[in-house]
């Protein structure tokens, strides 16, 4: 089988390599992967920004989707033709998170799913929704979930509330449609005329140019007059977390996320005591909030946004294409 491999750290250095096809022991299916969906973190691992001490070789990409072609004995969750995606901890099923948890996110810590054929845990797997094609349905493992978890899972989100999601990555995506597909309002930001048509067409309420406004927190109070919202999908980090505490109403809640500005700023404790905040780090999510989400999706049909499809040769350009920040939605790489 083909595996691609972290072999020294650098995009251009992902490695595609053979190895003997692998047999499924107890508990454990194999399945023979149709698709992957990258994300920020799989560009990060890959150049060594991540986790500079990452043991080497390493499968990336903690998301992919494909069928089960065999079960090892004692499974009974899965059988032959099944599709299925993989989880991103994969010892996280349930509960409430806990610190070990980490020690099972795929393509970091442990072997991803960046391979023809993958042996995996048949409790660490979900059934995918079966409207969605495998491309569509491998975006779902972390950027979705993610999402979910914030807003459904922590954020108990109600109709008629309101959600700020910054910027056009998968998970603010995921946020506007989730928040939509519950009679949310979403108010987003991009610093592109393109994507704001985009987000429009999604469901946005109103899009905020950031570059054109810089101070964007003062025009969400200006939209929600003078409230504030009552969720943020903070994925910017360190530049842009004070401008949500700003932009968030008494007594609201921010799902930190990302860290595409940075890791580290000045915090105005105040500011959290006296709008009394609810400030919630969020890291993906369990198996059963990701069952739960794919019971929302397909029920109301609910499409993934793809922006393109690379082939599984091409990885290398996906990854570039993700470096570009062009993109609208989930890269996706494909075994077709």
Not at 314 to 333: N, P, T, Y
Request: hydrophobic share 40%; aromatic share 6%.
């Amino acid at each position: 089988m083909k595996t691609y491999e972290i072999q020294r750290f650098g995009t251009d250095h992902l490695k595609l390599t053979d190895h003997p096809d692998p047999k499924p022991g107890p508990g454990h299916v194999l399945v023979r992967m149709s698709a992957w969906s990258l994300n920020y973190r799989d560009l990060l691992m890959i150049n060594g920004q991540y986790n500079p001490k990452l043991k080497l070789p390493m499968i990336p990409f903690s998301d992919g989707v494909g069928e089960v072609i065999e079960t090892g004995e004692g499974v009974h969750r899965f059988k032959t033709g099944d599709r299925v995606a993989g989880i991103f901890m994969q010892g996280w099923l349930h509960g409430p998170y806990e610190e070990r948890y980490a020690s099972t996110a795929a393509g970091g810590a442990i072997p991803g799913m960046l391979s023809e054929l993958v042996v995996i845990d048949a409790q660490s797997l979900v059934h995918i929704p079966s409207h969605l094609t495998d491309e569509e349905a491998a975006t779902l493992p972390c950027a979705a979930v993610t999402a979910w978890n914030a807003l459904v899972d922590h954020g108990k989100l109600k109709a008629g509330e309101t959600v700020l999601a910054l910027g056009t990555g998968g998970v603010s995506l995921f946020a506007l449609q989730f928040a939509r597909m519950m009679g949310a309002k979403v108010i987003a930001t991009t610093s592109s005329s393109r994507k704001q048509k985009h987000l429009l067409e999604l469901g946005a309420s109103d899009v905020i140019n950031y570059r054109e406004t810089p101070d964007w927190d003062e025009e969400v109070h200006r939209l929600t007059e003078g409230r504030g919202v009552d969720h943020v999908i903070e994925v910017g980090g360190a530049d842009t977390l004070k401008k949500s505490f700003r932009a968030t109403r008494a007594g609201g809640r921010i799902s930190s996320i990302g860290i595409l500005s940075g890791l580290t700023t000045d915090i105005n404790v105040a500011l959290i005591l006296h709008k009394t905040l609810t400030v919630q780090g969020i890291y993906v999510g369990s198996r059963d909030m990701f069952e739960s989400m794919n019971r929302a999706i397909e029920l109301n049909q609910m499409k993934p946004v793809v922006d393109r499809v690379f082939p599984f040769t091409e990885v290398v350009q996906a990854l570039r294409h993700m470096e570009s920040g062009s993109h609208f939605g989930k890269i996706v790489v494909s075994a077709k």
